[in-house]
């Protein structure tokens, strides 16, 4: 295999607090990221918006 099948272009824009959005090439809207349960817990934040966490889309990547 010489060639890549797919590289990722990716954008990573830190909002406020623990809220990111990522960009991915070829798509509009962006995946919005942040904390929720025991995560905010642990990091001990309140968001003004409880979104999945990075863990979230990584187990849900894995899983499908």
């Known amino acids: ?4 099948i797919e590289i990722s ?4 824009h830190q909002d406020e607090g623990p809220n990111r ?3 991915i090439a070829g798509f509009e809207k962006p995946l ?3 904390v929720h349960g025991g995560v ?3 990091y001990g934040v ?3 918006e409880e979104r999945p966490s ?3 889309h990584i187990v849900a990547a894995a899983g499908g």
Do not use: V
């Open 1 to 4: 295999m010489n060639q890549p």
């Open 9 to 12: 272009r990716i954008r990573i």
């Open 21 to 23: 959005r990522a960009y």
């Open 32 to 34: 919005l990221f942040g």
């Open 40 to 42: 905010k817990d642990f």
């Open 46 to 48: 309140e968001p003004a």
């Open 54 to 56: 990075t863990l979230d």
